[in-house]
Structures are given as structure tokens and as C-alpha cells.
């Protein structure tokens, strides 16, 4: 757009938190005023930011409203980034909808949210869309160990996708969770001080549940668990992780969704090498038991019984289907 000079009036960046879209707003706020002429000159006196969120009033509005008419000093345009924009009240919203239909040819609204939902659509219609989306533990991964190389820090693949997996697909909380291990464990970034800090529980105990369970050794399993909390994770932690582990032993199943295991190297083998020991009727049966526990968890007056008894059940699993297909 800006190369063939197709510049929209105004611009709504939405997506979930932690993606880029402000930081794409002030890219773009720069890069349209760039020319080869103007370079060397500081053209962030035509760009203005306005916090919907602590700025969400009418008179936040109007006072864009009157500034909007005055032409830029320096550059073509003058840019007006509004963060959060879902956080403007209806009064804020209809004094913003006038000029917003019929700007002066040298004003562009950028507006950014995470809750595309929650505006207006006459305020959408006036508006080039852009959806942002979850940024993959892959690129994630990689972008790390882009930013630990440049800064000399030691790393092990696991401990980054570590990283990336809890930061749930936004590149921000990455980084301030790369920032936060680089300050506690120095210049090296290993897997097992990555899960120490983060409180996350080693997926090897996952692997060991699951290889029981399809055994059926309630008994290793229940002091597992015991072990498991003794360590100070909370049970329903443990009962979550333990559901996406069985749904990556289900995705491993079939070639076709291996695509789904955002996983290192080294876990996804591991992943498929148990898959392949495991009866997917098993893993469909336990992930439903597992997803009611989920459910029932906390209005559950003693939540390690219950727990522990979908512990048991998921045991039981191979042995109630030996006696079903008995009775039959």
C-alpha cells in the first residue's frame, strides 16, 4: 500500500495481546511519512498515541478532533495510533464517527484492539481490517535463539520451547519470560532451570503416567502423584498437562496431524515412539475422563480424591473392556 501510495483513511489492527499490533502501528506511522528526501528528518511529531484504555472519555476524543484539521508541519501525514479503541465509551465512540468518515486528506487513524467484537460496526465499516494471529511455538523457538545468540547466551532447544509454550502464542510474554530466566540463571539457559523457574512439571513424568496407567499400576501412579505434589504443583495443573499430553499422543497417531505436535525434535520422537505402544480407544477414553475432572475440579470439596479417582479409572480403562467384550 504504501509502495503503489494506496493509503487507507483509516486502519484497525486486531488480534490477541502480545502479537505486534501497536508496534506494527508505529512501523507503519513511520514508514508512510519515509521518503528519500526526508530521512534524516524526526518525523514523530506527526505521529500521536492515545491509551483508549485511561483515555476513553469524550473530551479524549474531541481534543484529536480539533487537532485533526491542522495540516503536518514536517512530512504528508500525520498519524493518530489509538490503542485498545474497544475501551472508548459510546459517547467517545459517535464524537469519533464524523471524522473518522470524512477526514482531512492528511490524517490516518490507526486503531488497535483485542476485542474486535466490542466495536461498533459503523465504526468497522469505516475501516481497512487487518487480523493479527497467535504467533507459532515454532517461530517463537527460533526468534529466541536469534535474540540468545546475538547476546551470548548459552541455550538448550528444549529450554526454549519451554519458553515459547507458556507464553501461549504471544511474542511479548516470551520475552519478558526470556528476560526474567536470563536475570535468575546468567549467560546458560538449560531445560531443567527452565522448568524450575517457570514451576512447569517435567514432561517425563507424563510419559512415565501414561506408560503406567495403560498398564494399569494404580499403585505407581498414585505415589507418582504423591511425588508430583510434594514437589508443589497444584493438582489441577497436573491434571491439565497431563490432558494435552494425551491429546499429543492422539495427534501422533496419524501422519497427517503430526503437524499439531509444536514440540522440540527430541519430545516429538519420544511422543511418537509411546503413541505407537498406546490404543488410541485408550487415549479417547481417558482424555473424556480427564476432561470431566477438568470440569468438576473446583466445586470439588476434596479435589485430590478426585483426582486420584480419575487416576484410577483411566487405569481401568483396558481392564472394563476386557470385561465388556466378556459379557458379550
Not at 482531512?104 to 466490542?118: C, D, S
Not at 514432561?203 to 494404580?218: P, R, V
Not at 502423584?225 to 498437562?241: C, E, Q, R, S, T
Request: charged letters at 25%; hydrophobic letters at 45%; glycine letters at 4%.
Amino acid at each position: 500500500a504504501i509502495a503503489t501510495e494506496q493509503i487507507a483513511q483509516a486502519y484497525l489492527f486486531c488480534g490477541p495481546r502480545g502479537v505486534g499490533k501497536t508496534t506494527c502501528a508505529r512501523i507503519f506511522a513511520k514508514a508512510v511519512n519515509q521518503s528519500e528526501n526526508d530521512e534524516i528528518l524526526d518525523l514523530s511529531f506527526n505521529i500521536f498515541e492515545l491509551d483508549a484504555a485511561s483515555h476513553n472519555g469524550v473530551d479524549d476524543i474531541r481534543s484529536i478532533v480539533d487537532t485533526v484539521r491542522i495540516p503536518p508541519q514536517v512530512g504528508k501525514y500525520k498519524i493518530y495510533i489509538i490503542d485498545e479503541v474497544h475501551m472508548l465509551s459510546t459517547g467517545a465512540f459517535n464524537a469519533f464517527l464524523k471524522t473518522l468518515e470524512e477526514p482531512p486528506a492528511h490524517a490516518i487513524f490507526i486503531l488497535a484492539t483485542t476485542e474486535k467484537h466490542k466495536i461498533i460496526p459503523t465504526i468497522l465499516s469505516r475501516c481497512q481490517i487487518f487480523d493479527f494471529s497467535r504467533i507459532k511455538v515454532q517461530d517463537m523457538t527460533e526468534y529466541l535463539s536469534m535474540i540468545a545468540q546475538k547476546e551470548q547466551i548459552t541455550f538448550e532447544p528444549d529450554a526454549l520451547h519451554v519458553i515459547a509454550e507458556k507464553a501461549d502464542g504471544a511474542m511479548r510474554d516470551a520475552l519478558s519470560i526470556f528476560d526474567q530466566l536470563v536475570a535468575f540463571c546468567g549467560k546458560s539457559l538449560t531445560y531443567n532451570a527452565v522448568i524450575e523457574n517457570l514451576n512447569v512439571l517435567d514432561h517425563e513424568y507424563y510419559f512415565k503416567l501414561t506408560q503406567m496407567s495403560f498398564e494399569e499400576n494404580i499403585s505407581g501412579c498414585l505415589l507418582l502423584l504423591n511425588d508430583i505434589m510434594n514437589k508443589g504443583f497444584d493438582a489441577h495443573h497436573f491434571v491439565v498437562g497431563w490432558g494435552a499430553h494425551l491429546r499429543r499422543l492422539m495427534v501422533c497417531k496419524d501422519p497427517a496431524t503430526i503437524a499439531l505436535l509444536e514440540v522440540s525434535e527430541n519430545v516429538a520422537a519420544k511422543y511418537q515412539e509411546q503413541s505407537a505402544l498406546v490404543d488410541i480407544r485408550f487415549l479417547i477414553a481417558a482424555m473424556d475422563l480427564i476432561n470431566d475432572c477438568d470440569i468438576h475440579y473446583r466445586g470439588s470439596k476434596h479435589q485430590r480424591l478426585l483426582v486420584e479417582l480419575t487416576m484410577m479409572k483411566i487405569c481401568s480403562i483396558q481392564s472394563n473392556r476386557r470385561e465388556g467384550e466378556k459379557k458379550k
